[in-house]
């Protein structure tokens, strides 16, 4: 049974920083990239940043380029999005995700991801 764990998020002031991490289980990240996700209230999920199986190719949406950084340690299983320079705007519910490729590449589209963590809740405001 694949489980995601997801922990880190909370509130915090404009321009703050969070850590999120993903901890893994009933999977090898060795084989899946690994996306991140957040969904706003009233709003669609929107991809955010995703890592290859490998790590050796990352993508950002444009509102979070330089601010956000994703990262991976496939031997604790276990992905993670520095979030740094925080908006109220990037208020949301944060979820990782891991999907198959067959090459060492990732995408921002949910439809390519097959198992989702329970998603964290990041609130950023004064």
């Known amino acids: 049974q694949v489980q995601f764990v997801e922990s880190g998020g909370g509130l915090v002031r404009p321009g703050g920083s969070l850590r999120l991490s993903c901890a893994a289980s009933?999977?090898?990240?060795?084989?899946?990239?690994m996306g991140w996700f957040r969904q706003a209230p009233g709003k669609e999920r929107e991809g955010v940043a995703c890592s290859s199986k490998s790590a050796g190719t990352t993508y950002y949406t444009d509102s979070v380029k330089g601010r956000f950084a994703v990262s991976r340690d496939n031997i604790k299983n276990t992905v993670y999005l520095q979030l740094n320079d925080l908006k109220p705007e990037d208020t949301a519910v944060y979820y990782c995700?891991?999907?198959?490729?067959?090459?060492?590449?990732?995408?921002?589209?949910?439809?390519?991801?097959?198992?989702w963590g329970q998603g964290s809740q990041v609130t950023v405001s004064s």
């Open positions: 995700a891991a999907g198959y490729y067959y090459t060492d590449t990732c995408g921002l589209q949910s439809g390519e991801y097959n198992y």
């Open positions: 009933g999977l090898s990240l060795d084989y899946y990239a």
